[in-house]
């Protein structure tokens, strides 16, 4: 690693800019040089050089400082590993669960944003292009409450505790635009968010996103007819299957109900 003259001191030294300019200027080619395997710096003009891994530019360094990252989509850690050669000090690119994440530290408490093609570290340090720590927690965070909200919103529907849509429903989630999009999407306040919180069953939401998920007949007549023999056990249009007792709401549709609850809601959440 040391042979060719780009390091001499250890990973996360001074690989900025500068030092790839005047590795460089030793080689034969002034603007394209060998580093590592697979790996060439390449000058692409007078303010910018890349670290080449095969065909992607995974590192660009700027003249004014600027150190851009890219995987190009090759999430291994070969890239990560070359990546991190030019980071400096003290950041680093960890992998935890199958994303990498830009930090000072191997710590979670270390960590300063969720790697995306184009994070920047800027000459002062500051780091744009990822998303925010902060944001990540949040999304984590409510990606679980979306996931129990779902399935317990599912178990209601299966145990005929959801009836039709009426008038009583959330209003954001029951009324309609002329072009068909319900109140609450046109809405910049995300109400979805109280009905999580309050644990609130709304039948309209679950029409909502019945609607827009692609799903098999049988399942679809299943979910009907469970929150028509809610909103009346009597109900003589549903198929008298329905009404044996003990019948029992089939595993299958209920994993169906949470997919296209969950789908539905980070849809709109998760932004
Ligand atoms: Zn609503």
Known sequence: MTSNGYFTQGRNADYGY??????????????DRPFMNNTRVIREDEHTIVIRLHTTDIV?????????????GWHTPLTKGRMNMFLP??????????????????????????????????????VTGGM????????????KDIRKYAKAFAKQVANQKIP???????????MYTQEGESLGDTTADN???????????????LTNAMK???????????????????????????PNHYKEKGMMFKESTTKEVVKMLVKYLERRLLV
């Open 191 to 205: 109400h979805l968010l109280s009905h999580i919180e309050e644990k609130y069953y709304v039948p309209s939401l």
């Open 164 to 174: 039709l849509p009426d008038g009583g429903d959330c209003w954001l989630c029951s």
């Open 132 to 143: 925010s720590i902060e944001k990540f927690n949040y999304q984590t965070q409510l990606k």
């Open 18 to 31: 500068e030092c790839a300019a005047e590795y460089l200027l030793k080689g034969r080619d002034k603007t």
């Open 212 to 238: 827009e998920h692609a799903m098999g007949i049988l399942i679809h007549d299943d979910i009907l007819a469970m929150m028509m023999l809610c909103s009346n056990p009597e109900d003589v249009n549903v």
């Open 60 to 72: 660009t360094l700027k003249d004014n400082g600027d150190i851009i990252l890219d995987s190009g």
């Open 89 to 126: 000090k003290p950041y680093r690119l960890v992998a935890d669960k199958g994303m990498w994440f830009l930090g000072t530290g191997w710590d979670k408490e270390d960590r300063k944003a969720v790697f995306e093609n184009g994070l920047t570290i800027h000459a002062d340090g500051t």
